[in-house]
């Protein structure tokens, strides 16, 4: 059975930063592309970063040169390393991943950017 645990949401002040890490079991983690996606409240889940098997890296535009995604194969751990955080990053962030054509989703860590 897949399960993804997200954790090190929070409350932080703008301009600060946050680490988030999604600790995997029941997939072959080397071999599993990671994802992480954010949802605010009355908007539609959208993609921050992807990492690929091999360690390539996309970014969604908002996240781009501010958002980091790595992986820790011996960990079974993706990580997501959350610099200047703007209030408009505020959202439920989930990590997912695709095995044999069916999507994974962790439960969600709240990430709450606010003065």
């Known amino acids: 059975q897949v399960q993804l645990v997200e954790s090190g949401g929070g409350l932080v002040q703008p301009g600060g930063s946050l680490r988030l890490s999604c600790a995997a079991s029941?997939?072959?983690?080397?071999?599993?592309?990671m994802d992480w996606y954010r949802q605010a409240p009355g908007k539609q889940r959208e993609l921050v970063a992807r990492?690929?098997?091999?360690?390539?890296?996309n970014y969604g535009d908002p996240v781009k040169d501010r958002f980091t995604i790595s992986r820790e194969n011996a960990k079974n751990t993706v990580y997501l390393q959350m610099n200047t955080l703007k209030p408009e990053d505020t959202a439920v962030y989930y990590c997912?991943?695709?095995?044999?054509?069916?999507?994974?989703w962790g439960q969600g860590t709240q990430v709450t950017v606010s003065s």
């Open positions: 997912h991943t695709i095995r044999r054509g069916v999507n994974y």
């Open positions: 990492i690929s098997i091999g360690g390539s890296t």
């Open positions: 029941g997939i072959t983690f080397s071999i599993a592309p």
